[in-house]
């Protein structure tokens, strides 16, 4: 073999590996946004777009999807998909600003709402607070009482550095603010963790899905919180009044 061809092969087996090394990199950045760890998500939370998203459920439960939990008629016009973390800071200011207006539509019959509950502080800062909060929010839908506890547990939500949810005690007491749903029942429920394997498949779920932050609004499938439009309760309403009037 010539000198010249010996070279063309090196010189092709390193533009190839140069290439293997590019791809490794850019993979390496897209894992990189959901699992930035403690400084990412305290950035993300400071400039007001959410926690980004880092590992926090249990690693069986990969590739395991789990049904949100779902408050509305189930033929309204316009679905909202909501992913959201009790202890996420961004999920609060959502609930707050958004509270009202989404439990107007879906009174009314236009608004269709699938709520994903995950656990990602619990996996950046540590912690069992965002996950047994889910948990407790699961078993309150179990009886008919999941809008009313979840919106108490907002209402009451700690720091995101305090890990209050963790104690399943201050849930019960949280639930006592809700008509009919402090039973034995649901305290069982919620002190035995009867669907923390629910909120570890929602989580795994969500941290290999294409979105990265929470909280994740998307109306009929399209993102709308996180658009260079912000949206408010106005122009959420008149979107789905849109789609309620474009519906057959």
């Known amino acids: 073999m010539s000198e010249k061809n ?3 092969k090196r010189s092709a087996r390193e533009r190839l590996k140069e290439q293997r090394e590019r791809e490794k990199n850019s993979e390496r950045r897209v894992r990189s946004v959901k699992v930035g760890g403690v ?4 950035l993300a939370v400071a400039a007001g777009l959410g926690v980004v998203a880092a590992g926090g459920g249990d690693d069986s439960a990969s590739g395991a999807s789990a049904e949100p939990i779902v408050v509305g008629r189930a033929d309204a016009p316009a679905t ?3 992913y959201e973390d009790f202890r996420c800071p961004a999920c609060g200011q959502f609930e707050q600003t958004f509270r009202d207006t989404v439990h107007e539509l879906t009174d009314d019959g236009s608004l269709r709402v699938e709520y994903h509950l995950v656990s990602i502080i619990d996996g950046n800062l540590g912690g069992n607070g965002s996950k047994y909060a889910a948990n407790a929010a699961a078993c309150a839908r179990d009886a008919d009482r999941f809008t009313e506890y979840h919106d108490v547990l907002f209402g009451n939500q700690p720091a995101e550095t305090d890990d209050a949810f963790g104690d399943r005690t201050r849930l019960l007491d949280l639930a006592a603010d809700v ?4 039973t034995p029942t649901f ?6 963790g009867e669907h923390d394997a ?3 498949r929602s989580n795994a779920a969500f941290t290999s899905s294409d ?4 909280p994740t609004i998307l109306l009929n499938g399209e993102d709308i919180y996180g658009s260079s439009e912000p949206l408010t309760p106005d122009s959420l309403r008149s979107r789905v009044e849109d789609l309620a009037t474009a519906a057959p």
Request: hydrophobic share 45%; with cysteine; charged share 25%.
């Open 198 to 200: 629910w909120v570890n």
């Open 211 to 214: 979105f990265n932050a929470t």
């Open 80 to 82: 909202l998909t909501v």
């Open 39 to 42: 400084a990412v998500a305290v």
């Open 187 to 192: 305290r069982g429920c919620v002190e035995d």
């Open 179 to 182: 008509d009919g749903l402090d």
């Open 6 to 8: 010996r070279e063309g």
